[in-house]
């Protein structure tokens, strides 16, 4: 197999545990000497015992907390296929989208801040260009990029420029010069040195069949230009694609089943022997904490319907096994369903943190069945990956497909916390918060 799949051998968690032994033995006090000491032991501890009852109980199991995170109803506009990312001071700023039911309209350049704090949305100063199926994400220098997209509903509207979001000025600057393609529904994710991949991506302004191109670009933000890289085996769009911790980057699925591995270093893609059952497109992948890659969901793009199949890639053979079924992410107010796509997925722990590659949160998005219209989701999970099963994290206060979101990082308390916002039948915005607390195992950093 080739060198280039190989990873170091994988490092055990490694627990801590203190166990703690008891013993008792009989006492050879007279009783009243028994009697009086026990009560002045009694005396002593209650004001702990009480202080004890008085605070909250830890959660059980794994667990967090949906809000209405815009009771004002200041959101503006659905965002229907928009992009968001982070801000430094724990904001999101979400950009472009359709509104519900403008197939063919044109997209939106209208611009939006979430403060956490006042859990309100303001507008700023919008996009040159409406644009929609684009992506957005925040870098090292505190600027978030926006790139392609298209800006309508319509064939030849895809776009091949992109700008960036400066949170100092609050404006958008152009990014001086164009991409290789034109591009929308592409892979993107950043380097460890701090450029930007961008992969793929639909040519066509009006098509989510997974058909994509095979160009790619590196986005270099000291100089802010685009270069070409190497293009890909395969062309493909509304893929996975992941950076792995040793810096290369992953991507798997669109209108393909094989998965390809980049190289920085060489510049290089190379083509993983392994096979998804089917075409898959509109799902996530992670990686995990002992190297491997976590594929959840998507949607067959020969029949359309949606699966809740999940699988791992090793990435030192080049294989897909299954995982588990994503159980406790199939319901909707419809009752319950089987598969899902176009939902929100996140690793909730950024990469140097020791849970990292641990939980992987997902939300939102519809399942497809073989007749009728997609059935929308307010169904949300976790998945643990040490213990091999999703666990169900309740509902949303509101159905989320074809939506934006964000996940804004780790809040004062340290518990991450995810929005979700806008899409075609809801104005609303989810706010969840995950109870780190509720990890009752806590384990060492890889």
């Known amino acids: 197999m080739p060198a280039e799949w190989k990873f170091a051998a994988p490092q055990k968690s490694s627990r801590e545990r203190d166990d703690d032994s008891a013993y008792t033995k009989e006492s050879k006090m007279h009783p009243p000497v028994r009697h009086l000491l026990t009560l002045t032991i009694v005396l002593l501890l209650l004001p702990k ?4 009852v008085a605070q909250s109980p830890p959660p059980q ?28 001071n724990g904001g999101v700023i979400a950009a472009g989208g359709l509104a ?16 956490p704090v006042d859990a309100k949305w303001k507008v700023v100063t919008p996009m040159s260009i409406g644009r929609w199926s684009l992506d957005a994400i925040a870098m090292k220098n505190n600027k978030v990029l926006f790139a392609g997209g298209a800006s309508a509903f319509s064939e030849s509207a895809v776009l091949d420029s992109a700008e960036l979001f400066d949170s100092a000025s609050m404006l958008f600057i152009p990014v001086e010069n164009k991409m290789s393609a034109a591009r929308h529904s592409y892979g993107i994710s950043m380097l460890t040195d701090g450029r930007v991949l961008l992969t793929g991506g639909s040519t066509k302004g009006n098509s989510l069949n997974g058909s994509g191109t095979t160009s790619t670009d590196l986005y270099d933000p000291e100089i802010n230009r685009f270069s070409p890289a190497a293009p890909l085996r395969d062309g493909r769009a509304l893929h996975a694609q992941v950076t792995l911790k040793d810096g290369r980057v992953v991507v798997i699925g669109g209108a393909q089943r094989n998965a390809e591995i980049y190289d920085p270093a060489s510049n290089r893609w190379t083509t993983f022997p392994g096979l998804l059952p089917t075409t898959l497109k509109d799902m996530k992948a992670f990686e995990t904490f002992d190297h491997r890659i976590f594929v959840a969901g998507g949607q067959n793009t020969q029949d359309g319907l ?14 897909f096994t299954p995982g588990p079924t994503m159980q406790g992410f199939n319901y909707s107010p419809d009752g319950s369903q089987k598969g899902s796509s176009d939902y929100s997925a996140f690793d909730l722990f950024p990469s140097d943190h020791k849970f990292s590659g641990r939980y992987f949160f997902f939300a939102g998005g519809e399942n497809d069945p073989p007749t009728g219209a997609d059935v ?16 169900d994290l309740g509902p949303m206060p509101f159905i989320h497909d074809d939506h934006t979101e964000a996940m804004t990082g780790l809040n004062g308390k340290g518990h991450p916390e995810v929005l ?18 509720s990890i009752s195992s806590p384990v060492t950093s890889e």
Request: a negative charge; hydrophobic letters at 40%.
């Open 49 to 52: 015992a009480l202080n004890t």
């Open 61 to 88: 199991g794994l667990s967090g907390v949906w809000t209405d995170g815009d009771s004002s109803k200041t959101l503006l506009t659905n965002h229907v296929l928009g992009a968001a990312a982070p801000l430094p």
């Open 100 to 115: 519900p039911g403008l197939q063919g309209a044109a997209a939106v350049a209208l611009a939006e801040i979430y403060d």
């Open 306 to 319: 949606t699966t809740d199949d999940t699988w791992f890639l090793d990435i030192e053979s080049g294989q």
């Open 376 to 391: 929308e989701l307010n169904s949300s999970c976790l998945f643990d990956v040490a213990n091999n099963k999703f666990v």
């Open 420 to 437: 979700l916002f806008g899409g075609n039948s809801s104005s609303g915005t989810s706010r969840f918060e995950f109870l780190t607390e």
